[in-house]
């Protein structure tokens, strides 16, 4: 992962909807969560949700998939995971107390 989706993943997460959203999703697990569910569990109006949605799914830090007429929502862990990494690489290098 480089610095520029680093910095886009973490822009999208500075939110706090949009933090409060990817928090829920990440607790649901790889199955996600239809949208409804989403919206009706966070009190969030559809079109505002939507913008939220669309702006995490532009990060990578979600996909959604349709079910019938259900759209769900699965937050996408391996991209969590290369944020995180991508902060912690580089931990203590300069440190000379640090083995």
């Known amino acids: ?17 949009r933090l409060q ?5 990440v607790k649901s ?3 996600g969560m239809p949208v409804g569910v989403i919206q009706e569990e966070l009190g969030i109006p559809g079109s505002t949700l939507s913008h939220h949605l669309s ?5 990578r830090l979600i996909k959604q998939r ?11 862990y391996e991209q969590l995971l290369s944020v995180i990494h991508f902060l912690q690489e580089e931990c203590c290098l300069d440190d000379p107390n640090y083995k």
């Open 21 to 25: 959203i990817f928090k829920r999703l």
């Open 1 to 17: 992962m480089n610095i520029e989706e680093t910095a886009k993943a973490l822009k999208e997460l500075g939110h706090p909807i």
């Open 29 to 31: 697990g790889y199955d």
């Open 66 to 76: 349709r079910e019938g007429r259900t759209l769900y929502c699965v937050a996408e």
């Open 55 to 59: 702006s995490l799914t532009s990060a």
